[in-house]
Nanobody, 121 residues
Framework: QVQLVESGGGLAQPGGSLRLSCTASGFTFSSYAMSWARQAPGKGREWVAGIYADGSDTWYLDAVKGRFTISRDNAKNTVYLQMNSLKPEDTALYYC??????????????WGQGTQVTVSS
């Protein structure tokens, strides 16, 4: 049974930082690409960042390039999203997703429950 459990969300001030974590179980984590996505109130879900199964390549939404960093620790079955220079428009529910293959694409087969990130002064 695949499980993805996100943590690390919370309230941050504009310009601040948060690090999200997603711990996976129920599948061979090191064989699959992983993603982070977000959904702001009243908006659709959008991909934020993705990482290949071996960590050799990453992808970012233009709006977060240079501010967010996705990484993974295959020994700990965990994928991270380091978010720096946060902006109010980053406020959203952030989801971890498992890709169906080892190369990152705009696809998923499992989602986590999400962790709320609120950026406000």
């Amino acid at each position: 049974q695949v499980q993805l459990v996100e943590s690390g969300g919370g309230l941050a001030q504009p310009g601040g930082s948060l690090r999200l974590s997603c711990t996976a179980s129920g599948f061979t984590f090191s064989s699959y690409a992983m993603s982070w996505a977000r959904q702001a109130p009243g908006k659709g879900r959008e991909w934020v960042a993705g990482i290949y199964a071996d960590g050799s390549d990453t992808w970012y939404l233009d709006a977060v390039k240079g501010r967010f960093t996705i990484s993974r620790d295959n020994a700990k079955n965990t994928v991270y999203l380091q978010m720096n220079s946060l902006k109010p428009e980053d406020t959203a529910l952030y989801y971890c997703a498992k890709n169906p293959g080892s190369i990152w694409t705009y696809e998923y087969d499992y989602w986590g429950q999400g962790t709320q990130v609120t950026v406000s002064s």
